[in-house]
């Protein structure tokens, strides 16, 4: 099983957070006992800010078994497509096609998706919320 992780749920690790932490790494404990776990590029830069250096970032991944997973053009343009559809429903900039192409690498990438954020992309990714 294949498991991509999103931003927040690693955070929730590498920058301790005593709220959320706990129930983050048992998620990423899970994920690794049924398999491989994933990220995108996106998700590899959205933490960059929160480690001295690459060198850093790369060990932190690697101590948590992170593998980075490319996103290819049909990724790229299904974010695309969903990311125009919130805009032209009035969806606000609060969210950036960022958002967008982590969920489009999930549905193609993995069989299951970690995430704090399950309203966002239940409602934007519904074949996420059958992944898991």
């Known amino acids: 099983m294949i498991t991509a992780v999103d931003t927040s749920v690693l955070l929730d690790i590498f920058l301790p957070d005593e ?11 899970e994920a690794y006992d049924a ?9 590899y830069a959205e933490l960059a800010p929160a480690f001295p ?6 060990r932190a991944l690697r101590e948590v078994n992170v593998v980075v997973s490319p996103i290819d053009s049909d990724m790229a343009h299904d ?5 125009g559809r919130y805009r032209q429903s009035g969806g606000a900039r609060d969210r950036s096609i960022t958002d967008f192409l982590i969920g489009a690498h999930a549905v193609a990438a ?14 934007y990714f519904p074949e996420l919320a059958r992944k898991g």
């Open 35 to 43: 398999g491989a776990i994933i990220i995108s590029h996106v998700v």
């Open 19 to 29: 709220r959320q932490g706990p129930a983050s790494k048992e998620w990423l404990v």
């Open 110 to 123: 993995c069989d299951r998706f970690l995430t704090r954020d399950h309203g966002f992309f239940a409602r």
């Open 79 to 83: 974010a695309g497509r969903r990311w």
């Open 53 to 58: 250096d690459r060198e850093a970032l790369d």
